[in-house]
Each structure stands twice: as C-alpha cells, then as structure tokens.
C-alpha cells in the first residue's frame, strides 16, 4: 500500500507533543459564552499568562483571537483551536432554552490563523430538532475542514435538559463515537472519573479523545488525579478551561497542568 | 441508435460480479446511528475483518472511511459505498422524534473516495411535512450524482411511526418504484420473506433492487434460505450488516455470504 | 419591429406539428406519484409502446427518462417534457396533508436531456402558506427557463383540500392566467366539458392550453367528444396520461388520440 | 465636489419627462393577483391601447412582458417597469391570509428587459414576521438594483388585517419614508385626497413620490381633480391601473391621464 | 515579534482623532426606524447640518447615504458608518412583536462607501431563538467584515420585553464583552450614568466602547455631565443621535458636543 499525505494528518500531529504522544490544550473560550468572569475580565493578560506556559494549543473566541492573535504569531506559541459554533444550553439567553448557532465556518477560521476549530455534538437538547440540526452542523463542518485539511475537534457531549445533571459513561462514548463515525478529527468528551468508563470510551472511539475540565475544582490533588486517571486510561490528552487558568497565577496553573500530562 | 456512454452507467456496473450479475455488500453503517455495538467496538478492526472476505462493495460512514481509508486504496479492495443521510427513526435522539438530516453532498462523497453514495427514503413518518423534505433531499442528490457521474443507492423503506412493524410488500415495492422514478441507480429494499412479493417489487422496479439485513438472525440456515429466496425472486443482490458481521469471526460470515450469494 | 429571435420560442415551436398547430402529449408520470399502476408496472414496456405511437412528447419522471432515454435518442422521437416537481395533494404520504416539492432545477432537467419541463401551479391547498411558495416555486423555474431557454408548462389547477371535488370554470381560467403571468410558456389546465368555459379560459389565457385529462373514462367515444370539445373552443392541444395508455394496447391508444387531435 | 455618475440616476431620469419633471404611469399588473378582470381578459389588446397612448412607463407582469415584449421593442415606446414581487393581500389563495413571495430578482428583471422594478412594502400585516420579512427583501432588492444599475420603485402602503380600511397621511408617510431609508429610488404612496398630507409626505420622502390610483373611480371629473391635487402638492407623478385602462377605450383613459399630468 | 498589515486596523484607526485618542460620532439612523421626526422631516437639511459641523463620522442608513452621499465626497468629510441591520423593538411593525433583519451586507455596504457599519446584538428579546438568530448573524457579519477590512461597530444593548426597563450594569457589561468576543471591532453601549459600571464595561470589553446617547435630554449641562463622565470612566468616545441634532440649531448641537469630547 502506498503512504497518503494528508494535510489535516499533518495538522492533527502537530497539536500532539511528539516524545508523549499526548496533548495539553487549554480552553480559553468560556468569556464567550459568559460574558467576564472571575480572572478572565482582561482577556488580553489571561492570554499572555496562558501562552507564557507553553501549552500545545489554546481554544479561543473570534474576538480574542483578533486582540491577542499577535501572542500567537511566533515560531514556538501555542496552536490556535477558534471555537467556530456558539452553544446555548442555559447560557446566554439566561432563559433555559436550548440553541445551537455557528459563529465562523471552517473556512473563515483558517483565514483568521487558526490551527484547527472546534465545536459541540450534544446531547440531551429538550427539542430533538435541534439536536438533528446541531448533528448535520458537524458534518457540514466536517466535510469542509476536509475540504481545506483544517483538523476538527468536536466537543461531545451529553448536556442539556433531558439528560439533567446525569454524567452517564455510556451515552458519552455513544455521542463520542457518533461524532468520530460523522469526521470528528479529535473527539473532547465528558470524564466521569471511572477508569474502566474512560476505557471503554477510549477503546471505541477511532480518533483520540481529549478530557474537558468543567467548572474549577480548586483543589490542584483531585484534579492531577483527575487527569493522571484519564490518562492512563487511555485519554490522548486534556482541554481544560477554568481548573487551568482561573486562579491568581494563570501561567503556574497551566505549566503545572502540562507537567502532569507530559511529565508523567 | 447509437451507443451513449455513462459515466455512472460505468461505475453502477462495477458493483456488481460480472459472472453472476449480482453483488454482494456489506453494510458497516449501524454505529453512526447507533454508537458502538457488539462486534463493532473496534471499528478498524471489523472493517479489516470485513474487506479481507472480498464483498463486492463496503458501506460506511464519513467517519470509517477516514480512519479506514487505507485498507480500500487498493486496486481489489471492496468498493466503497458512502452514507450521506442521518437517518433518525427512533435512533440518535433517543426520544421517539423522526427526523432526517443530510451528512455530505455527492460531490463530498466522490471527494472523499466514495464509489457509490446511499441514502433513505423512508414512507411512514407521522410527520406528511419530513417524508416530503426527504424525498426532495433524494431528489436532489439524484440531480447532483447525475452530474457527477456517482450511483446513487436509495434504501427505500417502510418505516416510522405512521407505520408502525407492518411489513407490507405492496407498501414496500410502492416507495421502492418511486425511488427509482426519482432517480437512484439501485434500490436497496426490504424482503418481506414472501416470493411473490419479491418478484412483484422486482418486476415493478426499473432498476436493480438490492435486499436489506435488518437485525441479526442469528441462524446461518435461515438466512442463506431468506437469501436465495429473494435472489430466486429477482433480487439483484444484497446489502447485509449485523447478519454479516456481527459474530465471532466476521470474516467467515461475510466469505459465508458471498458464497451464497455468487455460489448457486 | 425587428424580429427577435428566442430560444424558448423556437423549442415551444417544436412541441406543436405545424400543419394544424397542435399537441398531442402523452403524460407518464403518475407512477411518479402513485407507485406502479395498472399497465405500467414495466415502465420500460409502456414507454415502449407510447413513443411507438409518435405523441408530439411525453411526460416524465427523472428516473423513468434516465431508464427510457434510449427510446428518446432519435431524430424523429417525441419530445421529453421532464416534471420538476411532486406534488402531494393525497398522494405519496398518504395521509391527505397537502406539500410541494421540487425534483430537479431547469438547468438540471435541460443537462439530462429535456426538450421542455412541467410543474403545477394548485390553488386550493388548505394551507395558503404552501400554496404561496408553490407560486414563488412557479415564477423562480420561469425565470430559470427563461435564462437557458427552456419552455416551461404550468399544470394550472384547481385542487386541495380548500377546493373539494368542485370543477369551477372561473377558478380554472383564474388560475392559468396568473399562471401565465407569471411567465409559464404554456399551461395545462382543467377542462370542464363545458364549451364556452373552455373558451373563456382559452380566450383569458395570453399563452397556448392544453387540456389534462384526469382518470381514465374506459370510455373511447366519451374521450373522443371531450377532446374534440376542448379543440373546437380553443384548447391548443391534449395532455392525456391514464386516458391514452392505460388499456391492454397503449400505443393503439395513443395512435387514437393522435388521430383525433390533428385528424379532425 | 465632482459630479458622479450614477447608472441607475441615469435611468431614473428617463422614467421623467423632461419638461415637466412628472412622470405618467400605468399599472397593467393588476390581472398578476386576480387573473382575467373586466378590459383585460385579452392582455394583448389592452396592452396595446395602452402603449397606443404613449405613457413614460407601464408596470407589467412578467408573463405579460414576454407575451407583448415586441410592443415595447421600441425607442419611442413607454419604459417597462416590471413588478418583482406577490403581495398576497386578501387575493390570491381567497382566504384572507396575508403572504408576501418575490417572482423575480432585479437581475432577472434586466436580463427580461425592464427599465425599472417595482415591488411592495406593507405596513399592517397581522403576522409582524410577515411584515419584517418583507421589509428585508425591500432591502435585499434595493442593494441588488444598486449592483446593477436599475431603479427600484418601492409601493410603500398601510394594507392588511391590521390597518382595515383606515387610510390615515401619517401611517403612509412613516412607511414611504422607511422605504426610501431602505434604499428606494421612487416610492409609489397612498393619497388620502388631503392636500396637506401629501405635502408633508412629499417633504418628508428623500425620493419623489408617485400616487396609485386603486379601484377604477368611474368618475373623469373626480379623477381628474385627485390627480391635480396631489400633483399640486408635491406628488411627481402617478401610478395608474384600472383608473387608467379598465374603460371601453383604454387609450383615450390614458391620454386624458397624460394631458392631465403634464398638460397642467 | 514582526509588524501585521491590518487593513480594518487602519480603517478604526480613522474613526478616532490622533490628538485625543477620541472618537465623536453622530447617529442619524432614528429615521430608518420611526420615519420622519421632528428636525429630521428633511434628510438633506440636517444631515447637511450634522457634517457642517465636522464630527468624525455620522451614522447613515442606505437610503440617507444615497441621498446625500456627496456630502461625504469629500476628503475632510465625516466617515460614513451605515446601518445593515433593522432592529425591530417595539417600533416598525407598531406591535410589540421583536424581529431582526439584515438590510445589508458588509460587502453592500462597502460597494456604497461605507468606511464602517453598525449592528445590533440585543439581549432581552422575549423570543431566546430570536436572540440566537441576531447573535449568529452578528458573527457572521464580523467574518465578511474581516474578510474585506471593514471595521464592524456592534450595538451591544440590553433592550426587548424580557428586559424591561432596567438599565443593568452587569448585563450591559456581559452583552458588550459577548460581541467583543464575536469579533465586534468596536462596541457602543449604554452608559448608566454610574461611573464604576462604566470603568467595569470598558475594563473587561477587549475593544474601545462607544456610549450611545437615547431619547433627547433636552438639558445641555446633562448632555455634558453624562459624556465627560463616560469618558473619563473609559469610554473611547460617543456615538449620539437625537441628543445631537434634534434641536433647533443641530450644527451648533454637534459642534459642542465635539467640543465636550476632544476638548477636554
């Protein structure tokens, strides 16, 4: 058989630290969904304290990639991932109702610099109709990151009111493997905390999986054995938003994530 | 008359084992639908298991057909037949709604290395005004896989809530009919299990009709029997998932297959 | 005035013999809508036996055209008059909601070898939402027609729910003039059996008529007075489906028909 | 300042006689919504008496356009202004449901020859859905005309379910000026017969305004004084339809309307 | 870290005077809205009004622009910003009901001279799905900005029934740092009138905020109280309509409300 070139392949490696095979991404897109919160009120000094740490990639907003985007304008900066879909799940209309919307193409992401997008699978939307046409999102969006070898990372996920507060390993390696089978590059799923969960999750989803953070634990043990235990189960790596970056030294909370993804 | 050439004329014809004139497929889609399942956890795995028995033809998802490209880019591989609908009857969403979403264009299809695309049009939704918009999203692929010279396989079917677990083969060779006037290059259809009923949605359909699987049989007798009878009936061949691959040694079950199929 | 030339109006030419300034059509595209039907099961056989006869065209289906067009591929063949649209007034959901869809553009119907295209233009939907995009659908194909020129039919009628079983000669007339306000080339439209309806319509209508011709009357000398009716008050020819070729020797039926539309 | 030159100024210009900065029009669009009326069953023949009289414009439907295009094939002959939308208000469908659907885009409209568009901006639909969706294809249209050099003319009127019979200056003022905000090149307004209230109207409309006539008065002398008085009060021209051609002698009607406008 | 050509960057860069760092800007958009209002009966007059007094820019809608556009034709003249949406609050439709409709694209507005547009993203719509359609189109709207360099101005605003009439500090903060984060190259807020929230706003908004005037104060002293307290709590600059030109003397309006900004 002869070797392909892929231009996404090449892309995908290259969010991935060659000497562990594993990826720490963190996740810097949570002010556009929330608005300032606590230690994201100026976007432009969390960013730098981020970048400062090395991570292998940061998600941001279309808007702080164009404040910041000189941050990333160097040899050695992180990845840029620009979240290109806006996911409403009790958030910004502080209503309750469930709605999805894209905010960039894949298209419109590359001409703006990014290094790969991403964007939510979930489900659990309390209107199916929506979760359908959040489904043929993805693959839409799938279909033209193929197009330009722009790599996709969907965030699967099992959110919204007809699942509750439920964090159910079977439906997450369902919606996982869901958005691998419709062209997710990356797949950044839900942890439970159970070891043979993350297992089975791992072992039937085709693409690597990425564990998200959630809301900040403030606890630095739970959350290296959150992780280490993600990890060793067969996580390809981490996308933490809030555990890495809300606290007063930003640039230690994310150069101490990257020490327990790669150092150990 | 002179002779007309057809691009797609051409490649529907590859589909098929010149000998016999019938085809033997495997359809490897149920985990975009329904996530991981038994024998399909490792997705690579059971295609690897699937194309060394040599069917005539594979179907996938986007997703599978990029993490198992490699194992069909070769000049005796299985052709590979991608799926560019979601259909969701029951399925994804979890919750009884029946809707149906488009994955990928043609165009898309053939970009990604698909030899054929397929498609459902499913006659029993409780909602008039979904059966409509997936007929016109039929149509339409029809209209762009002419233009791009890719058959086109409508898996039309009998389904949803309207009807309920009636397996009706005038209902049957009715949607099967209007496929075929919509445009698809072959049908892919339920067999009720009754000869005639066979024979009469054959002969009223003006391309090759191809028989769907549906659930594991789990009796190898009975399912080389419902084979050859609807090949006996006028059946041009068959399309076969879980009866194929989901046991022990799928390869055997789908060398089992192809002897049935291109042996008597 | 100078003369000017047009595209459209040399290919509505056509569809007309020139020695008495009619058409006979032949419409075989029920099967479309209503799945295999009494002396068309074999779609090939009856398109066989009704080009055999020499309408001036005949009605089809995208799929019936891509398996028959052989038969068409011939200097002194009928036309092909492609339908473009479904409607659904009863028929394919079975359910009694009224949808319209559209199966192919102009330019698609024209690239698959189309001479002219059909659509319906219905008044009576119970939802005039629907009956209002079934317009907008009408003026958009005329105005592609017009850009490739194409000569389009509008199949004018008074149907749905709204209308009942009623045959209203003024509703009719309205119907095929907005119909060729909108920019229809020729209309296909209703007749009553009533002469000086068909005249009203015949004389309010800017563009030629011509006449559908509904179930079949199994009535040869009750069709011949209702053709010969229609001509005298100015119908410029027959649209005759079911009427012409749903008997033990359709191309004897059609020959009939065509006899009595320019023989007399 | 420069001059600058304007396509669409340049034709602008030309729907004005010179010598009198007025302008004469005719509505013949009126059988597009209600079909055959009394004095236009035969559209040719009414078009004709019209031309005959020589008005600066007439409005047309498309389909009238292309039957009596020839008519117009001419350089003395009145300009055609082509009417792009369906303003479905109490008409066509016969239920009282109020739609809006386009039928033509201004390119089109060019490509068939028009000098000038015209399309519908109402004010008092009972769905304010309808109403916006309305106002953004004014808008859509008028940016489109700007592309290409057409004049848009905007009937900017308070109709609908909402508004009743009322026909009140103020109302009609505040939709004509928001038609011109949106980018009209002429507004075609309501006048309530109060001198007053078409002064302001025409003071406040960046654009000049024409007046319709609406249902035929059957009245000469009070037609007539209608005219002059909104002329006199800043008007700069009139839209006529059945006021003008519904008449035994359609183009002695539009001549008295002609002397009447530029003869004062 | 190397130097980046930005072509919007230059653009916003015109918007604001060297000396101060300041930008004075007048809306003239009311008109779009509401119609004629008191001392915006003639457009001409008082746009000529408004630039005689030389602010930095003047809001404009289409219509107004084509109108008067060679009041800007002119190398000191104010920028032109149009408005390419229509945000229905309560106003056009007269009935309560909140729509959002796109009158431009950014492409459009560039092709007539815009050197700048403004939109709305609103927050408070008693309809979420509405909110979600305007957020989307305001991403959308940044991106095609981008891709042309044009500086894309967001109306971050806390309106709609869902809102009433509170005048939230908080939430005007969260829907300005939102549309910062879409991509807004500027944002023009509300201002409360307390200090501390102003420096909040401008403090966690990535971009220059811009205070928006309101209903005429008709008290100058307020006028002036209210923007140097912005000012110095922040804010880059003002953005008033009414407050500016709805008075007898608008040049003289404008000119000290220029004065207020950059003089002291």
């Known amino acids: 058989m002869t070797t392909v070139f892929s231009s996404s392949g090449l892309r995908v490696g290259r969010l991935f630290r060659r000497e562990t095979g594993l990826s720490c991404m963190v996740a810097f897109d949570r002010t556009l969904l929330a608005g300032p919160v ?46 290109i879909d ?4 009790g958030d910004f209309t502080l209503t309750g109702e469930e709605h999805h919307r894209m905010i960039a193409t894949p298209a419109q992401a590359q001409a703006m610099g990014a290094d790969a997008v991403v964007m939510c699978l979930i489900s659990g939307y309390d209107d199916p109709g929506r979760e359908a046409d959040n489904l043929e999102a993805v693959a839409e969006a799938a279909r033209q990151c193929e197009a330009i070898g722009l790599p996709l990372i969907v ?16 439906r997450i390696a369902r ?7 419709l062209g997710a590059d990356l797949v950044k799923a839900q942890f439970t905390g159970e070891a043979e969960e993350m297992r089975a999750l791992a072992d039937s989803c ?19 054995r959150f ?26 909370g994310v150069e101490q994530l990257i020490e327990i993804v790669h150092g150990t």
């Open 227 to 252: 992780t280490r235990d993600a990890l060793a189960s067969g996580a390809r790596g981490v996308i933490f938003g809030r555990n890495a970056w809300q606290r007063e030294d930003a640039t230690a």
């Open 175 to 181: 919606v996982a493997r869901i958005a691998a089978e």
């Open 155 to 170: 965030e699967a996920v099992v959110w919204g009111s007809r699942e509750g507060g439920r964090l159910d390993g079977e």
């Open 38 to 83: 606590e230690h994201a009120i100026d976007a432009r000094r969390a960013c730098e304290a981020i970048v400062a740490a090395g991570p292998e990639a940061v998600l941001l907003s279309p808007g702080v990639l164009k404040s910041c985007g000189d941050l990333f304008a160097d040899n050695r900066a992180p990845k840029v991932v620009l979240r």
């Open 206 to 224: 085709p693409v690597p999986v990425l564990v998200l953070g959630g809301a900040a634990m403030n606890d630095d043990e739970a959350l290296a």
């Open 86 to 89: 806006y996911p409403m799940v």
